[in-house]
């Protein structure tokens, strides 16, 4: 499953690990925050290194749906439910700059960028409200939305709200380019070292899965979901799957759409370099781990698609993992017993784009001495009673998860081998075991997630064992796919 993003022969190369050299700053993740990051920092004349579990663009940056936008679903209204106008406002005008910094980063750059309308719509009468409230929220929140009765789509719909001249952009055409701008100010980025713990005293210093180690006066995280569990954010942050599509299919520009309730809708065009066009559909978002068939997902957007663009032919599947925080602000600055010397961005909610570069502005301007104005009012927020109540019941699920995974591996027999492309858990012996067949290989791996416990799930599109507690994933064999774990399953019979 590899995205059309990634579906390339000129990702950016790794430099040597800068074992011995004296660094002011690491970053972890070669996504948009990590590199965004660093180039800010090596512009600022800053030794900066990249450190990067696979390679630039692996996880999230390069699987979106890249739409730079400032409505986003119905966002805003989601936070206004949670937080003060005050915060939402600083949530508005953080992603505005990060958008017009991504916009003007790309025209120095000869990154393409198309212009397009966004719109949040109403798939369903009783959607109508909703979408109501978002267009409320943006305009009480400077934004200059329009509300249209009906919307000119080629699907059903009741009306929504619609922002004009937002972007779109293809992100790793953006990845490359940010990776050539570190290399030229001075930065290295490192690829194929995944960090698995970090000094707790003393200067920063990173441990890496195959026995190196680096050291820097600063550490960024800046990899989806924390790698370091010191701030106990997988306990605030909800891991959200989604899935996307693209299709050979000659069109005009059009707008990027995204429906307001569930299941999701997401829509935009991807003009090519040889003036053919595609389309991206995407959706079905759901809890990591917690589907009961990701194939059954994706095939629902198929059917989805086949129905209103006839004629779309399918080129490229794939998906994407992104984090909620409770009350739908990201959570930027200091990572909490970090001595002041580690610093985190996490909880996107899929709208990484501006999100990303408001993220790497905000980090980078407080590790220079100069905070930006917005990062005040989201950095002291406090949580409410609706933010609270959003916690509870994570945690609440993860739970009844942990204890749902137990029984039902209690209660199998040792899986037998099972036939390809499936995957099974069940008792064998004292622990869970899984066994999976992937392109005729079959392995046998403990169910267990390395980063707190939980059993494992298979998932059938994407053949990897994900942990329904806070969205660690790994390979059929046990390796590292997505955080917050950071070690390999253990082997069945170790």
């Known amino acids: 499953m590899t995205s059309l993003w990634l579906d390339r022969t000129d990702l950016p190369a790794s430099d040597p690990l800068p074992v011995d050299e004296h660094l002011d700053d690491i970053v972890v993740g070669a996504g948009l925050t990590g590199l965004t990051t660093a180039l800010l920092l090596a512009r600022a004349g800053r030794r900066v290194a990249v450190i990067e579990a696979r390679h630039v663009g692996a996880v999230t940056t390069g699987n979106t749906t890249a739409k730079l ?135 920063p210093t990173l441990h890496l899965d195959g026995g190196a180690q680096v050291s820097a006066d600063e550490v960024v995280l800046a990899t989806g979901t924390p790698i370091l569990d010191r701030g106990l954010y997988f306990a605030k942050l909800e891991p959200m799957r989604s899935y996307a599509l693209a299709f050979d299919f000659a069109t005009t520009p059009m707008p990027m759409a995204l429906s307001a309730g569930t299941p999701s809708r997401s829509v935009r065009d991807i003009p090519r370099t040889d003036g053919a066009t595609k389309l991206m559909v995407g959706g079905n978002g759901h809890t990591v781990g917690r589907a009961d068939s990701e194939a059954q997902l994706v095939d629902e957007l198929r059917e989805w698609t086949a129905t209103y663009y006839p004629g779309a032919v399918e080129t490229h599947v794939w998906s994407a993992q992104d984090y909620q925080s409770h ?152 390796e590292v796919l997505e955080g917050p774990a950071t070690r390999a399953l253990h082997q069945a019979g170790d």
């Open 69 to 203: 936008s400032l409505l986003q679903g119905t966002k805003l209204s989601t936070i206004l439910q949670k937080q003060s106008h005050n915060v939402a406002q600083a949530y508005v005008d953080g992603n505005l700059e990060g958008q017009k910094w991504l916009v003007r980063f790309c025209a120095d750059h000869d990154v393409p960028v198309q212009t397009r309308d966004a719109i949040t719509y109403a798939a369903q009468p009783q959607q109508v409200a909703t979408v109501r409230k978002e267009h409320d929220a943006a305009r009480s929140l400077g934004l200059d939305v329009q509300w249209h009765d009906s919307l000119d789509l080629p699907f059903p719909n009741h009306g929504g709200v619609m922002l004009a001249e937002q972007y779109q952009f293809d992100p790793l055409d953006v990845l490359i380019a940010l990776a050539r701008q570190v290399r030229e100010h001075g930065g290295t980025i490192h690829e194929g070292h995944r960090v698995v713990s970090a000094s707790k005293t003393g200067r």
């Open 327 to 478: 009350d739908g602000i990201p959570y930027v600055g200091y990572l909490p017993r970090g001595g002041g010397k580690f610093h985190v961005a996490t909880g996107f909610d899929k709208w990484g784009m501006s999100n990303a570069v408001a993220a790497a502005r905000n980090l980078t301007s407080s590790l220079l001495g100069e905070p930006v104005s917005w990062s005040k009012p989201m950095s002291r927020r406090i949580t409410r009673p609706a933010g609270a109540a959003k916690i509870a019941e994570l945690n609440l699920a993860v739970g009844v998860h942990l204890a749902k995974g137990l029984v039902s591996a209690e209660l199998k027999e040792a899986p037998d081998t099972p036939p390809e492309g499936e995957g099974r858990v069940g008792r064998d012996g004292v622990l869970p075991t899984g066994v999976s067949t992937v392109d005729g290989r079959t392995c046998a791996v403990r169910a267990v997630c390395t980063h707190l416990g939980g059993i494992l799930s298979w998932n059938d599109q994407e053949k990897s064992w994900d942990c329904p507690l806070h969205g660690s994933r790994f390979s059929p064999d046990g």
